[in-house]
């Protein structure tokens, strides 16, 4: 290894001027009230039908302090400002219909985002240029190569990344315990059940209402005009609302699949890796969207019994590796504000967000072309495949750029 | 496009193997969508969709010239253009680009156009984006300076510097953002030609560590460490100062390390947090001898950054003694930070010192115990077994509850040694840690130590265990075998265990097995025959039961057979007026209260006329009216439609005799229903 680094040099730089206390450490068993100087100022971006569950969660944890809200629906920013003076008493928090006005806060040190997926990267990134920890719903991306614009801009500026599925962990505990102890034996497949890729919205225009900045909301997405069918929060993927539409999601494939292929790479170990081909059902001989990785292993798209059906080798034991957990003894929420204290990775790190949606998005693709695809889990590219490359990225609506 | 047009879409692939449907959709479906709003022509849009994703090579020509039509065409409307831009995404080629590229001047389908220009390769789109650059302004020049930047166009360096300095703050940001991404020295030099206003400082400073990031990558270390060492010095931003501190150490993770330690150790705040992703992102496997040096110096507040640095680290060695020296800190916060460490850095020289903090009732405590419990290192369970053999009562016990988490079978010799320990509940916890790790072999040992105890409690201990671990066995009809092989040598003490078992494996051969001992002439080994059978899985013994009912002298036993008898109809397949009857003659038998209310129980499940007419000859018996008049006012309603003027009869009947407030507005609110 070369030794060009000037270490005087940087040795200098790296001693720069005294300031107070560097670091914010708080043991396990925080006290019920910590002093304010001491909390984790928090604002939250997106806060209707996911976000305002986010900001609950987070306000019961007395090492956070909610200073703001943002959203482009005045109702739900109402409502949010309402819920967090309502729990510290006072009237103190701001709300922002725009969250470049929240984000350019220096006293904020972490934020929440939940809007529509669209917005995730964009959001996420620009906190964290702002030196803002992010705590960011699934799915955490829209398009494959903004997962990775997003891993490298906390990795950059050493940022707190915990993406929001508490269901990656919590929901199939049972099955990745006996993964990891080693009682499935070698892991052949896993079927995985989730929904089915987004489709094109061509809803007509209806009268638009007051309460919602609608630019806003389109932000990158292509323009359209309002309907509340396109924008709406429900959890249905069933064309009443922005998780059922190319824009803004990638359908029941991310939104469920964020959750349980985020399983699926935890339970088998391979949280930071990706297939290396996508095969779509043909009617023929493969009945199920195929994922194969290079190690052998296969995801199934559907097909098997409950939402993560595990196939090993029966009678094989291998042997049992330590189990990753969450830190901070409160869930995904204590996870990520316990890394926030103590610099940690996360549970849900940014990374292993990414690579979960990439697996989503890739059966999207393969799905969407109707073809078989090769995939190259390191270069995040489809070798070879103009046509596939296309689909990695999306032009955003001037004038938003990342 | 609707849930069923996503299933075609699906589907298609396999529809479409053969060969396209282009041919077949005509030529009316593209007519129709030329006049396309928001809101119309969704059939012919799911097909012509269809018909462009998963078009093969051969076909993509004709699609794109149909769609360029629609771009050409006068009367086309923007939504109709917009569709055919998102489609030529998917087509297009070099073709589309100057069609596309006139559309990147109109206010509303300029973004449109980039969506297909962006994904379209080849130097042709470069020149029509950067030629459009001098003709467009305001929010359409910002998208193709967007363009421009995602795309990575090298020759538009030169352009996009000129805009850094732009007055307009949005078009200045946007090419500064686009230099970022660009990222080579070109770039990096175009960046800082321009005197940049302060509203775009932290643009300007993001996009230099950006390019900063790619030169170190790219092999341009020289330029790369510049950019840093400026940013880092001139920049009163503090995530900019972090960045480039953690931009140079990326840069020489070796040289890094002194530089990050000393960031560790000192007193600049942004540093000093920056300091714990270099360590544990950032440097190579040589940072870790000079972390754990370090270690015993650290005061104790970076002693635990330091360790959770350590920990996340992969593939490190096991500290050892270093760990057991944090484990023995003065500091109960670098002990817990130390245990929880553990998992990661500790191997088995650690495992007497972490199974000291069980005896811990807090987080130090549980933390050891879960660090026990997930370290998997060559010796650790052999130390757990040693640990479990010895010393503290409690804490043997809980490292036995250790040994059954950790899943490893390999311990069950060591577990079976300890199942004669003179510690009753170490002897119990060892056969409890058995349960949870034995296989189909250990039924029968398990069997053999049950015979051979004295203790009831241990006796207790093993049959759970021989439950536990017979009842995961996928076999239903052979997982009793060891069980019912021991049923035949024990005494009747061990009889009695072991018909308990029986009845949680259920299948034929235990049934047999279970019900053989109804003759036994032993009194206790004859009631457990009864119990077991009462609490059979399945309805098999039915006809035992009722024979007991019947014929047995024990009103014991009766009245264990008749409580399971009703508990089993109730899940039998047995038809309802035949359940009836049998609920019937079960109530005539019944001497008791307690079980002619559970006849009631399961007659509510089983409405009919006939039970109404049963239950109206009980509504007054002074042991059993109240249930009865429940299950009668049930029955009643629920026969409202199917049997209306039945219900209204027992509603009625009903609401003479009782004076259960309750149940009389239930009723009356019930006859209103039928009015």
């Given at each position: 290894?070369?030794?060009?680094?000037?270490?005087?040099?940087?040795?200098?730089?790296?001693?720069?001027?005294?300031?107070?206390?560097?670091?914010?450490?708080?043991?396990?068993?925080?006290?019920?009230?910590?002093?304010?100087?001491?909390?984790?100022?928090?604002?939250?971006?997106?806060?209707?039908?996911?976000?305002?569950?986010?900001?609950?969660?987070?306000?019961?944890?007395?090492?956070?302090?909610?200073?703001?809200?943002?959203?482009?629906?005045?109702?739900?920013?109402?409502?949010?400002?309402?819920?967090?003076?309502?729990?510290?008493?006072?009237?103190?928090?701001?709300?922002?219909?725009?969250?470049?006005?929240?984000?350019?806060?220096?006293?904020?040190?972490?934020?929440?985002?939940?809007?529509?997926?669209?917005?995730?990267?964009?959001?996420?990134?620009?906190?964290?240029?702002?030196?803002?920890?992010?705590?960011?719903?699934?799915?955490?991306?829209?398009?494959?190569?903004?997962?990775?614009?997003?891993?490298?801009?906390?990795?950059?500026?050493?940022?707190?990344?915990?993406?929001?599925?508490?269901?990656?962990?919590?929901?199939?505990?049972?099955?990745?315990?006996?993964?990891?102890?080693?009682?499935?034996?070698?892991?052949?497949?896993?079927?995985?059940?989730?929904?089915?890729?987004?489709?094109?919205?061509?809803?007509?225009?209806?009268?638009?209402?007051?309460?919602?900045?609608?630019?806003?909301?389109?932000?990158?997405?292509?323009?359209?005009?309002?309907?509340?069918?396109?924008?709406?929060?429900?959890?249905?993927?069933?064309?009443?609302?922005?998780?059922?539409?190319?824009?803004?999601?990638?359908?029941?494939?991310?939104?469920?699949?964020?959750?349980?292929?985020?399983?699926?790479?935890?339970?088998?170990?391979?949280?930071?890796?990706?297939?290396?081909?996508?095969?779509?059902?043909?009617?023929?001989?493969?009945?199920?969207?195929?994922?194969?990785?290079?190690?052998?292993?296969?995801?199934?798209?559907?097909?098997?019994?409950?939402?993560?059906?595990?196939?090993?080798?029966?009678?094989?034991?291998?042997?049992?590796?330590?189990?990753?957990?969450?830190?901070?003894?409160?869930?995904?929420?204590?996870?990520?504000?316990?890394?926030?204290?103590?610099?940690?990775?996360?549970?849900?790190?940014?990374?292993?967000?990414?690579?979960?949606?990439?697996?989503?998005?890739?059966?999207?693709?393969?799905?969407?072309?109707?073809?078989?695809?090769?995939?190259?889990?390191?270069?995040?590219?489809?070798?070879?495949?103009?046509?596939a490359n296309r689909f990695l990225d999306r032009a955003k609506r001037e004038p938003w750029a990342i | 496009m609707n849930a069923s047009s996503q299933l075609r879409n699906v589907g298609m692939a396999a529809l479409l193997a053969g060969g396209l449907l282009v041919a077949a959709r005509g030529q009316a479906e593209w007519q129709e969508i030329v006049k396309l709003d928001f809101g119309s022509c969704e059939a012919a849009l799911t097909n012509i969709e269809n018909q462009v994703s998963l078009a093969k090579p051969d076909q993509h020509g004709v699609l794109e010239a149909k769609l360029l039509a629609i771009l050409g065409d006068g009367a086309a409307t923007m939504p109709a253009k917009q569709f055919a831009c998102r489609m030529l995404r998917v087509v297009g080629s070099e073709k589309s680009i100057a069609p596309l590229a006139k559309l990147l001047g109109d206010e509303q389908l300029s973004h449109a156009a980039r969506y297909a220009l962006e994904a379209i390769g080849g130097d042709a789109t470069g020149a029509a984006l950067r030629d459009a650059l001098a003709k467009t302004s305001g929010k359409a020049r910002i998208g193709i300076i967007g363009s421009l930047g995602a795309r990575g166009d090298r020759k538009a360096i030169p352009a996009l510097g000129e805009l850094v300095g732009d007055s307009d703050i949005n078009t200045a940001r946007a090419a500064i953002k686009a230099l970022g991404r660009l990222g080579t020295a070109d770039a990096a030099k175009a960046l800082e030609a321009r005197k940049i206003a302060k509203a775009v400082e932290l643009c300007w400073f993001t996009a230099r560590l950006a390019c900063a990031e790619k030169l170190g990558k790219t092999g341009d270390e020289k330029i790369a460490r510049r950019?840093?060492?400026?940013?880092?010095?001139?920049?009163?931003?503090?995530?900019?100062?972090?960045?480039?501190?953690?931009?140079?150490?990326?840069?020489?993770?070796?040289?890094?390390?002194?530089?990050?330690?000393?960031?560790?150790?000192?007193?600049?705040?942004?540093?000093?947090?920056?300091?714990?992703?270099?360590?544990?992102?950032?440097?190579?496997?040589?940072?870790?001898?000079?972390?754990?040096?370090?270690?015993?110096?650290?005061?104790?507040?970076?002693?635990?950054?330091?360790?959770?640095?350590?920990?996340?680290?992969?593939?490190?060695?096991?500290?050892?003694?270093?760990?057991?020296?944090?484990?023995?800190?003065?500091?109960?916060?670098?002990?817990?930070?130390?245990?929880?460490?553990?998992?990661?850095?500790?191997?088995?020289?650690?495992?007497?010192?972490?199974?000291?903090?069980?005896?811990?009732?807090?987080?130090?405590?549980?933390?050891?115990?879960?660090?026990?419990?997930?370290?998997?290192?060559?010796?650790?369970?052999?130390?757990?077994?040693?640990?479990?053999?010895?010393?503290?009562?409690?804490?043997?016990?809980?490292?036995?509850?250790?040994l059954a988490d950790r899943r490893d079978p390999a311990v069950l010799p060591a577990l079976y040694k300890l199942c004669s320990d003179e510690n009753q509940k170490v002897r119990r916890a060892a056969v409890k840690a058995i349960s949870a790790l034995g296989d189909a072999a250990d039924v029968g040992k398990l069997v053999g130590m049950l015979f051979a105890s004295k203790d009831s409690g241990d006796r207790d201990s093993f049959a759970s265990a021989i439950s536990s671990i017979a009842a995961r066995q996928p076999v239903v009809e052979t997982r009793a075998f060891h069980v019912i092989e021991g049923l035949g040598k024990a005494d009747d003490g061990g009889r009695v265990l072991l018909l308990g078992v029986l009845s949680a494996l259920g299948g034929k051969p235990a049934y047999e097995a279970t019900r053989g001992n109804l003759a036994s002439t032993a009194a206790d080994v004859k009631k457990a025959a009864v119990k077991a059978l009462a609490e059979w899985p399945d309805a098999a013994p039915l006809d035992d039961l009722k024979n007991v009912v019947k014929t047995d002298t024990s009103d014991v036993n009766r009245i264990l057979a008749m409580r399971g008898y009703i508990r089993l109809l109730a899940v039998s397949n047995v038809k309802n007026n035949k359940r009836v009857e049998a609920y019937k003659e079960m109530y005539a038998l019944a001497t008791r209260p307690q079980e002619k209310r559970a006849v009631f129980a399961g007659l509510a499940d089983a409405p009919s006329v006939q039970v109404l007419e049963f239950l109206a000859g009980h509504l007054t018996d002074t042991d059993v009216k109240a249930e009865a008049q429940v299950t009668y006012l049930k029955i009643a309603e629920e026969l409202i439609k199917p049997k209306k003027n039945e219900a209204k009869a027992a509603l009625e009947k009903l609401l003479a005799i009782t004076d259960d407030k309750n149940l009389r507005k239930r009723a009356e609110n019930a006859l209103k229903r039928i009015k």
């Open positions: 290894m070369n030794t060009k680094l000037s270490r005087r040099n940087f040795l200098k730089l790296g001693a720069g001027a005294a300031l107070a206390a560097p670091f914010v450490m708080t043991a396990k068993g925080a006290p019920a009230v910590v002093p304010p100087s001491k909390r984790i100022v928090m604002g939250g971006i997106g806060i209707g039908k996911m976000g305002s569950g986010d900001l609950r969660s987070f306000l019961n944890f007395p090492e956070v302090q909610m200073v703001a809200v943002c959203d482009v629906r005045k109702l739900h920013r109402d409502n949010a400002k309402a819920a967090v003076d309502q729990k510290y008493g006072n009237q103190d928090c701001k709300s922002y219909n725009d969250f470049r006005e929240l984000l350019a806060r220096d006293d904020i040190d972490a934020v929440h985002i939940a809007t529509p997926d669209h917005w995730h990267a964009f959001m996420a990134i620009a906190a964290m240029r702002r030196g803002k920890d992010v705590y960011c719903q699934k799915p955490e991306t829209l398009t494959i190569r903004e997962g990775r614009q997003m891993v490298e801009a906390a990795r950059q500026f050493g940022r707190v990344f915990s993406g929001g599925s508490q269901r990656v962990y919590g929901d199939h505990l049972d099955i990745a315990k006996k993964a990891w102890a080693g009682e499935y034996g070698a892991i052949k497949a896993v079927h995985v059940d989730c929904g089915m890729p987004p489709w094109n919205c061509n809803l007509p225009g209806e009268p638009m209402r007051e309460d919602i900045d609608w630019d806003l909301w389109l932000g990158p997405a292509p323009w359209a005009p309002y309907n509340d069918k396109r924008c709406n929060g429900t959890f249905s993927i069933n064309g009443t609302g922005w998780r059922s539409w190319r824009d803004y999601s990638g359908g029941g494939m991310t939104d469920w699949g964020a959750h349980r292929f985020g399983a699926t790479m935890f339970i088998t170990d391979m949280r930071l890796e990706g297939p290396t081909s996508i095969t779509p059902p043909n009617g023929k001989d493969v009945q199920f969207l195929t994922y194969e990785f290079a190690n052998g292993v296969k995801y199934y798209h559907k097909g098997g019994k409950g939402p993560v059906d595990v196939i090993g080798t029966p009678g094989e034991r291998v042997p049992a590796k330590a189990m990753p957990h969450y830190k901070g003894g409160s869930g995904i929420y204590g996870d990520f504000v316990h890394c926030v204290q103590t610099r940690e990775r996360p549970f849900r790190d940014i990374e292993f967000a990414h690579r979960t949606a990439t697996v989503c998005h890739l059966g999207n693709i393969a799905y969407y072309l109707g073809r078989p695809l090769k995939w190259d889990p390191v270069k995040e590219e489809f070798p070879g495949d103009a046509q | 950019i840093y060492e400026d940013v880092l010095a001139k920049s009163e931003l503090k995530q900019m100062r972090a960045g480039a501190f953690l931009g140079l150490v990326r840069l020489d993770p070796v040289c890094g390390i002194e530089p990050a330690m000393a960031a560790l150790k000192g007193v600049d705040p942004v540093l000093g947090e920056a300091a714990l992703p270099a360590l544990l992102s950032l440097l190579p496997k040589a940072a870790v001898p000079v972390l754990t040096k370090e270690l015993p110096a650290l005061p104790a507040e970076k002693k635990i950054i330091a360790l959770r640095a350590l920990s996340a680290m992969q593939g490190i060695k096991p500290l050892g003694e270093e760990l057991n020296a944090c484990l023995s800190d003065a500091n109960t916060a670098v002990q817990l930070a130390a245990v929880e460490a553990a998992v990661q850095l500790g191997n088995a020289q650690n495992v007497a010192v972490l199974v000291a903090k069980l005896a811990d009732d807090g987080d130090l405590g549980k933390a050891a115990k879960q660090a026990l419990t997930d370290l998997q290192r060559d010796g650790v369970a052999d130390a757990l077994v040693k640990a479990a053999g010895t010393g503290d009562q409690k804490i043997r016990v809980t490292v036995l509850a250790i």
